[in-house]
């Protein structure tokens, strides 16, 4: 059973517009959870870190949000760029010192 | 600053063949892992070493070795290639810890490898 579930699997955006993607996690007892971004033919790199204490942090045109109540997070992507397209990957870090990892959400933006 | 180093970057082989994949990492992490990413399945753990002498299986080892004699270094090694093998691999190292912020995943630039 996958501890972390990413979505929507894939989405096309137009250059410019906005988009949120969905990481719901039940993983436990929680770390940290990241968000990778992975180009095509390349390995994921990564874009922000949500401890259990942060609501929110911002990477540039990049914004991570974390309910740890809800054991939601989202990555909302502002005023997007052909460079954005890639494929974004929740990892979720228990306290057990494991990584259980979300399939992904597939952003293709077009011009 | 290279970070991790995989090769090689594209192989085919024919089935029962056998092969090593090698990795390499310079930021003195203890903590070494192999993942296999396939369509529609994400990143899955193939082995991984939580420093020089000791390796573990992850969520799919069958098929695969591992062995980590230095910090740097923790080849994957196929002994009889299938076709089931076919996917990209790739290498991640990181700190051991992962509470509070530590923990980040260094990828490789990724082997894809094809078994006929």
């Keep these: 059973k996958n501890q972390v579930e990413q979505s929507p699997q894939s989405l096309i955006i137009l250059e410019g517009k906005n988009c949120t993607l969905q990481c719901n996690y039940t993983v436990s007892p929680f770390s940290n959870l990241r968000w990778y971004k992975q180009d095509t033919g390349r390995g994921p790199v990564s874009l922000t870190i949500m401890t259990f204490s942060e609501n929110t942090k911002s990477n540039g045109r990049y914004t991570a949000t974390l309910d740890a109540d809800t054991k939601q997070s989202s990555l909302h992507i502002t005023a997007s760029q052909l460079s954005d397209s890639a494929s974004y990957i929740c990892v979720v870090a228990s306290g057990n010192n494991r990584l259980a990892f979300g399939k992904g959400n597939q952003v293709v933006v077009i011009p | ?116």
């Design chain 2, 1 to 116: 600053n290279a970070g991790v180093t995989q090769t090689p970057k594209f192989q085919v082989l024919k089935t029962g063949q056998s092969m090593t994949l090698q990795c390499a990492q310079d930021m003195n992490h203890e903590y070494m892992s192999w993942y296999r990413q396939d369509p529609g399945m994400g990143l899955r753990l193939i082995h991984y070493s939580v420093g020089a002498g000791i390796t573990d299986q992850g969520e799919v080892p069958n098929g695969y070795n591992v062995s980590r004699s230095t910090t740097e270094d923790f080849p994957l090694r196929l002994l009889s290639a299938a076709p089931s093998q076919t996917s990209v691999y790739f290498c991640a190292s990181r700190q051991t810890r992962l509470a509070g912020g530590a923990g980040e995943l260094f990828f490789g630039e990724g082997s894809r490898l094809t078994v006929l």
